[in-house]
């Protein structure tokens, strides 16, 4: 059911529902996807392992709730944000920082996939919801 794609094509769904997006263009997707994949290959050399590691003890906590663990994950992004040089937007920057910490996790203990998935999506919908939405849409145009 849900897929983590990394290579921009939109065969995962997000578990709270559809985006509220308008149908879109494929292509549209496909240059969003690679933008922020480009934004992510530079982060991915920014953030050290043991923020990683941080993460990844969290996410094994069975004691912790999803809930607890999308906190922890949000407060990660928040502070790796302000150590990350951009000058790009700041909701951008966070999306492709809780992607790249994301893809980390998972290849640092793949058996984690779901939860970390789940969480990540979650954060995200919860997050940038109106973002994506607005990024989509400017992209369109």
């Known amino acids: 059911d849900d897929e983590l794609q990394t290579d921009g094509n ?4 997000f578990r709270n529902g ?3 997006l308008p149908p ?3 292509d549209v997707i496909r ?3 690679a933008q922020l994949a480009q934004i992510g290959d530079q982060f991915d050399k920014e ?4 923020v990683v590691n941080g993460l990844v003890q969290h ?3 069975e004691n912790l709730s999803n809930e607890e663990i999308t906190r ?3 407060r990660v992004v928040r502070e790796l944000i302000q150590a990350i040089p951009s000058d790009m937007e ?3 920057a966070m999306l492709v920082l809780a992607m790249v910490l994301t893809k980390k996790i998972v290849n640092t203990v793949p058996f984690l996939l779901r939860r970390v998935f789940d969480t990540t999506v979650n954060y995200m919908n919860r997050q940038f919801h109106n973002y994506i939405v607005e990024m989509v849409s400017a992209v369109k145009q």
């Open 18 to 20: 559809d985006l509220g």
């Open 10 to 13: 939109r065969s995962g769904h």
């Open 47 to 50: 953030i050290q392992e043991r």
């Open 59 to 61: 996410f094994m906590n």
């Open 72 to 74: 922890h994950m949000s």
């Open 24 to 26: 879109t263009n494929e």
């Open 90 to 92: 700041k909701e951008k």
């Open 31 to 33: 240059i969003i996807a």
